[in-house]
């Protein structure tokens, strides 16, 4: 089994799990459906595709930089009738950053990491308004259990966000959530209807998913970039 990671990081993301009607919501982190149709979109399948491999991966969410909540609201007409469609309010996270990962067999992980790269249609971070900020692949898939790789992967909030908790010493911000998939047999923390089992617009369906909810500690920052380092040592002058 391996690991691949993605940087989730756009002005705006929107990840829904019970969006319905003229409410669209979004949860406080990425869904297993948002991601599981990123990788099937990467990968160019259609919306009648078979998911179950993609839906059998295991999931994994850490929330690095938790952004902020915004609402908007939308007004629409018929495309045919031109008649005023209802009010429809639309919920965003917006300068959220998260490392998600997803771990199953290594060559399926590979052929994933290979079509992020040149993805056949072009990635969203839950809805097509909100286009990804950075590439979505961290690295090549790693050797590793899920939960161990997003523990040790690098904080990838903004720096502007890093400054932030430097000048305020939040305590909180030593720790960063983090959203697993509940193992068969043991109690979730939540339960989501977020996997995946048809894309289909005729006939979208999705099943419960046991989520288990802990902070863990933020990693350690590298060592900050120093341009003299590998300069040699000057030779005192004797004159």
């Known amino acids: 089994m391996s690991v691949l990671l993605l940087r989730l990081a756009g002005p705006l993301q929107s990840w829904g799990s019970a969006a319905r009607f003229t409410r669209r919501t979004t949860e406080n982190a990425p869904t297993k459906s948002g991601i599981i149709g990123l990788l099937a979109a990467a990968q160019g399948r259609g919306r009648d595709a078979d998911l179950a491999d993609l839906a059998a991966l295991e ?18 007409h018929h495309g045919d009738t031109d008649k005023a469609m209802p009010l429809s309010e639309r919920f965003y996270l917006a300068d959220a950053v998260f490392v998600a ?17 040149e993805p056949v249609f072009l990635p969203y971070l839950g809805r097509r308004s909100c286009p990804p900020a950075q590439p979505i692949p961290i690295g090549e898939p790693l050797a590793s259990s899920l939960e161990q790789a997003l523990r040790d992967a690098e904080w990838e909030a903004s720096d ?51 989520v288990h909810s802990r902070t863990v500690p933020r990693p350690a920052a590298p060592p900050a970039h120093e341009p003299t380092a590998l300069l040699p040592p000057v030779t005192p002058r004797t004159d």
């Open 160 to 210: 502007w966000y890093k400054d932030r908790l430097a000048a305020t010493c939040r305590p909180d911000g030593e720790e960063l959530g983090l959203h697993l998939d509940c193992p068969p047999g043991q109690e979730p923390d939540i339960t989501l209807r977020d996997l995946p089992l048809s894309f289909d617009p005729r006939n979208r369906r999705y099943a419960l998913r046991g």
């Open 59 to 76: 999931f994994g969410v850490r929330i690095d930089q938790p952004g902020t909540r915004l609402r908007d609201f939308q007004t629409a």
């Open 101 to 117: 990962g997803v771990s199953g067999e290594a060559a399926l992980m590979q052929r994933l990491y290979e079509a992020l790269l």
